[in-house]
């Protein structure tokens, strides 16, 4: 993906790294508890780790938000899948949020001419879509970046249609954001 935007940076507390904050997901304490902050809506300094699993189960096992905070904050006992759920949610209600928008297409003839007209900033295929139809677009697609990290049943339910294997987003103001959450998600299942 070639869009080149400056973006604000923060650090992770596990790594000590600098990093964009799209990479990062931001926790806060409130009420002595630790909360998910993904939006930056809540009124709390922000505590940032990698968007990696592995990352956040190390950062909750070392005790650093409680280190960071310099409070023994309440954490919810099934944390990890609460985190897992909503970093999945984020990406998918940023694919309707273009859908919503107009940038964002879907079928497999629709995907084909947009990629023709150089419209396409990239793609959405669902992992459990046919393998000729995923040979398919790699062939049509090639130097556009394929995300194959939802089912066609997510990818309905998301977009609120029926069968959805294949969809692009479009060349958009909205691209960034939607991009930003896929990564995010895929990075968090490493």
């Known amino acids: 993906m070639k869009m080149q ?31 998910p902050d993904f939006n930056k ?31 023994n904050l309440k954490i919810a006992e099934n944390f990890m899948e609460e985190i897992t759920d909503l970093v999945k949610k984020n990406a998918l209600n940023s694919l309707n949020l273009a859908r919503k928008s107009g940038a964002l297409l879907t079928g497999f003839e629709k995907v084909k001419e947009a990629i023709k007209k150089d419209s396409v900033e ?5 992992n459990n879509a046919g393998a000729d139809g995923k040979e398919k ?25 029926e069968n959805t294997v294949h969809v692009a987003v479009l060349k ?15 990075n968090f299942l490493v």
């Not at 990239?122 to 669902?126: G, L, M, R, T």
């Not at 970046?145 to 990818?155: A, G, K, P, Q, Y």
């Open 137 to 161: 677009m790699v062939l049509l697609a090639k130097n556009i970046e394929i995300f194959n990290l939802f089912s066609i049943d997510e990818l309905d339910m998301a977009l609120n249609k």
């Open 41 to 71: 809506k809540l009124p709390a300094k922000g505590m940032y780790i990698t968007a990696n699993r592995l990352a956040l189960q190390k950062a909750l096992d070392k005790k650093l938000f409680h280190k960071v905070s310099r409070h």
């Open 122 to 126: 990239f793609i959405i295929e669902a």
């Open 172 to 186: 958009s103001n909205i691209s960034r954001m939607v991009y930003d959450n896929l990564k995010k998600y895929q």
């Open 5 to 35: 935007s400056k973006q604000i940076e923060r650090k992770c507390i596990l790594e000590g790294t600098v990093k964009p904050a799209s990479e990062l997901l931001r926790f806060v304490e409130l009420n002595n508890e630790l909360l």
